[in-house]
């Protein structure tokens, strides 16, 4: 398991006498970031780019984040972050503010006995939106989302060419592969003039 450095906030909360683990959720969508958490209500926590407040709103038995594992090999392992209860004519808007390859964030936070946060949640998973799955239950459906850890990159082929555009991803204005092409064909005498 890989080992988490806790804030000294964090780690006195923890001992607090009364104290209720709540997960926190950002998912960047095409309009904006969507925060939510796992109690009822609003939780306040940070602030925006543009210095407000930022808003976590309670999802409460409605939202859903499969269990997170971690090993010791290097291996790319994600979770899936789910929104249950939403009306069968929001399917549409929930498709297309989702965009494969944004960035999702879980953190573990701790809440006292009275509802205020304790201290500076601790960042659990940080990974990148796969395309999202819909359970239509008729009424309602349950939209889901994976969030992919950034090591799945490891697993994605790298798939570059020896022509002059490849090149030229790398570094704009280069010829060094201009003549590649032509030496497919080219016949070289050696030995004899």
Same mark, same amino acid.
């Given at each position: 398991?890989?080992?988490?450095?806790?804030?000294?906030?964090?780690?006195?909360?923890?001992?607090?006498?009364?104290?209720?683990?709540?997960?926190?959720?950002?998912?960047?969508?095409?309009?904006?970031?969507?925060?939510?958490?796992?109690?009822?209500?609003?939780?306040?926590?940070?602030?925006?780019?543009?210095?407000s407040?930022?808003? =976590?709103l &309670?999802?409460?038995?409605?939202?859903? *984040?499969?269990?997170?594992? !971690? +090993?010791?090999? #290097?291996?790319?392992?994600?979770?899936?972050?789910?929104?249950?209860?939403?009306?069968?004519?929001?399917?549409?808007?929930?498709?297309?503010?989702?965009?494969?390859?944004?960035?999702?964030?879980?953190?573990?936070?701790?809440?006292?006995?009275?509802?205020?946060?304790?201290?500076?949640?601790?960042?659990? =998973?940080? &990974?990148?939106?796969?395309?999202p799955? *819909?359970?239509?239950?008729? !009424? +309602?459906?349950? #939209?889901?989302?994976?969030?992919?850890?950034?090591?799945?990159?490891?697993?994605?082929?790298?798939?570059?060419?020896?022509?002059?555009?490849?090149?030229?991803?790398?570094?704009?204005?280069?010829?060094?592969?201009?003549?590649?092409a032509?030496?497919?064909?080219?016949?070289?005498?050696?030995?004899?003039?």
């Amino acid at each position: 398991m890989t080992e988490r450095s806790m804030s000294g906030g964090m780690a006195s909360a923890a001992a607090a006498d009364t104290v209720h683990p709540i997960f926190l959720a950002q998912v960047t969508c095409v309009s904006g970031d969507v925060l939510l958490w796992s109690g009822h209500g609003d939780l306040e926590w940070g602030v925006n780019a543009d210095g407000s407040p930022r808003i =976590f709103l &309670g999802s409460g038995l409605l939202g859903g *984040i499969s269990p997170m594992a !971690e +090993t010791t090999e #290097v291996a790319a392992r994600g979770i899936t972050l789910s929104l249950s209860g939403i009306p069968t004519d929001m399917i549409a808007t929930a498709l297309a503010e989702t965009r494969q390859g944004l960035p999702a964030r879980v953190w573990l936070g701790l809440l006292a006995g009275d509802g205020d946060l304790l201290a500076d949640p601790l960042l659990l =998973f940080s &990974g990148l939106t796969d395309v999202p799955s *819909i359970e239509d239950g008729g !009424e +309602t459906c349950t #939209v889901s989302v994976t969030v992919e850890s950034r090591l799945i990159d490891l697993e994605r082929p790298r798939v570059r060419r020896y022509t002059p555009e490849d090149q030229h991803i790398d570094y704009p204005g280069d010829k060094g592969f201009d003549y590649v092409a032509g030496l497919q064909s080219k016949e070289f005498k050696f030995g004899r003039a």
